[in-house]
Each structure stands twice: as C-alpha cells, then as structure tokens.
C-alpha cells in the first residue's frame, strides 16, 4: 500500500455538498472539528456570470477558497493539476501526510449511482493507492469508502465531463485532473466566548454591509439578485443560465447557512446561553428557505416551468427569515458578551463542552 493515510472520517449533513464533506474529512484527519472550522462563518456572496458547474462551487478566489469557508481559522488551499496519467503528486501528499480532494465525473465511479448514466462534477478524498487501485472516500450518500480500479479513478479525474442533458447543472466542467491540498496552519483560535462574540459580529456585519462593486453582499445583495432573477424573460437562454448558476451557487450557501445553525445551537448548549439556539433556530429557517428559492429555479430550468410569481414568494420569505435571524443574532452576540464579561477563562470551562 502506497501512503495509506489510516482511518478516514465520513461526514456530511443533509442540506451538504462534496465541497463541505471533503474539507470535514480533511479536517477530522488533522484533528479539528468541522461543525467548529465550517459552521463558523455565515455570508452571502455573488458576483455575476463568477461561476462554474460544479457541485463544489463557492465564490472564492481560486486559491482561497478552504480560507473562505473558514474566515476564522487559518485553513488554506491551493488547486493543483496533474501530468497525464501521473498519481505521482497524489503519492507524494498521502506521503506527507496530507488527504488529497479530487475533482472527479460521477460518470466513472463504480460506486455512484450516475456511473455510465450521468456526467456530473464532484469532489472526493484519496487516503491510499497500490499498484492496481486507488483507496477514496465519498461521504456524500450513498457513502462509500474502499478500494476502486486505476483505470477507474483516471477516467473520473480526467473526464471532460461533457454537457449531459441529464444533468444541466453539474456538467460541461471538465475534472482536469485537479485536485486540492487543504491543510490547517497555526495557531488555532481558542474557541471561547470572547472568539465567539467576534464571530457572531462578523458575520453580521457582512450581512449588513453594502454590496462591494460588481459583488452582491449581505441582505441588499442578496434582494438584488433575487430581483434580477424575477426580472428574467421566460424561455431565453439568459434566463436558463440564470437558473443553472441559481441551483449551482446556492447549494454550498445553503449548506453553509445549515452548518452555521449547527454550530450556533452547539456554542448555546455548551455555554448554557439560550439566545444562541434562539439565533440558531432562526438560522436553521433561513437554510431551509433556500429550498423552496432553489427548487423553484431548477423546475424552470429543466421543465420550463418558470413560475416567476412563485419565485418571489419564496425569494420575500427568505429575506424576511433572514431578517429575523439576523435580529435574534444581534440578541445573542449581547448575550454572548454579557457572559464573557463575568465568567471564567474560557480555559478553566474547556472541558464541559466542545474542543
């Protein structure tokens, strides 16, 4: 066995992507807690026609984009691409001890539902190789984790993963043979109560700043695009790559909007603080409000039912959870500071809860 890297995690939540799942199983390997590193931050960022077909796209600068879903710790990454047929780099990062995310075509893993059905852009983690296979894990249902065929694995990671009308979101985004190394740097923020209250502020000043030039930000931002969305005319190709970027850039928000819920609800059990799962109730509202905002856009988008009227309503809903998550948030960042200015070092209180 070549660099076996151990035991691997499978981890993954419902409203998550392979972007999200990939990074936790990265993150448990090293010993870090993923609800802690990825739940952390909660924003809402587009820039127009800055996208691509991909399960895991999240706008972010190319090589940022570990430091992005982790605005709070020093997570970092960087996209690299592979000679032809040559595992050799994988090789040398399972050697240093570092899990490989590969970008890969569902259309040629054994082991996925789509294989020789759908063409469709995905993430996964190499943790060993022989000579004849490679050792990956998937955490995204149906999970797998096991051995896989050489050939198999280079027909994935060097797909062109052409358009595929079965699949017009995920398709048409050519795997490359890339892959991505995300490693933690230190030091590694103490997660106490004077950290959490400046998280909570953060994220709910980027939510209420104005958009930054050509990148739609916070709750103006987001009620621009849904307004350009309900602006488009049935029936155009602009309208059908609209909606293709609308199912595309919202899954990895939702699932980072769900994961800061978790992460809220956890932080109000282990300080006993009863505005954080208020807050994260509210939160929790608004992922769930993206479904009916997502659904509505994909329905247009492969069955032309484009029901503008219904995208609004559920565009109006979302802003107005959003709205009230946002309040319940500035409740709890009071509560969250009340606390820290009369209690012990987060230190000495470390062992009642999460690491």
Not at 51 to 67: G, I, Q, V
Not at 95 to 105: K, N, Q, R, Y
Not at 184 to 213: C, F, H, K, T
Request: glycine share 8%; net charge negative; charged share 20%.
């Amino acid at each position: 066995m070549t660099g076996h890297a151990g035991e691997i995690h499978l981890w993954t939540r419902d409203l998550g992507s392979c972007l999200h799942a990939t990074l936790a199983t990265v993150l448990l390997h090293g010993g870090y807690d993923p609800v802690t590193v990825l739940g952390a931050p909660w924003e809402f960022r587009r820039r127009p026609s800055a996208w691509s077909s991909e399960e895991y796209y999240f706008f972010a600068e190319p090589d940022s984009l570990a430091s992005r879903l982790a605005l709070f710790h020093p997570f970092e990454s960087t996209w690299h691409r592979s000679a032809d047929d040559d595992l050799d780099e994988l090789r040398g990062a399972l050697a240093e001890g570092v899990l490989p995310i590969v970008a890969v075509d569902n259309y040629f893993l054994p082991f996925r539902p789509a294989f020789h059905d759908v063409h469709a852009a995905h993430l996964l983690v190499v943790f060993g190789m022989t000579d004849a296979e490679v050792l990956v894990s998937d955490a995204q249902p149906p999970s797998f984790q096991g051995a896989i065929p050489v050939t198999d694995f280079l027909a994935s990671w060097e797909s062109l993963n052409p358009p595929d009308g079965a699949d017009v979101f995920f398709s048409a985004s050519p795997s490359a043979r890339r892959w991505l190394r995300a490693v933690m740097r230190e030091p590694v923020p103490e997660p106490d109560l004077d950290w959490l209250g400046y998280v909570i502020r953060s994220n709910l000043a980027r939510y209420r700043q104005a958009s930054d030039g050509d990148t739609q930000t916070g709750v103006v931002g987001l009620r621009d695009y849904l307004d350009d969305l309900c602006a488009l005319s049935p029936g155009t190709d602009a309208a059908a790559q609209a909606l293709s970027e609308l199912y595309a850039i919202t899954w990895n928000i939702q699932a980072q909007t769900g994961l800061h819920a978790e992460f809220l609800r956890r932080e109000g059990q282990r300080w006993g603080i009863a505005e954080l799962a208020e807050a994260a109730t509210g939160v929790d509202a608004v992922a769930h409000g993206w479904t009916g905002v997502r659904m509505t856009g994909a329905h247009a988008r492969v069955w032309g039912r484009h029901r503008l009227d219904e995208l609004r309503t559920h565009g109006t809903e979302l802003v107005r959870r959003l709205d009230i998550a946002l309040g319940r948030l500035d409740l709890a960042a009071d509560a969250v500071s009340d606390r820290a200015s009369r209690t012990e070092p987060a230190g000495q209180l470390k062992s009642e809860g999460q690491p």
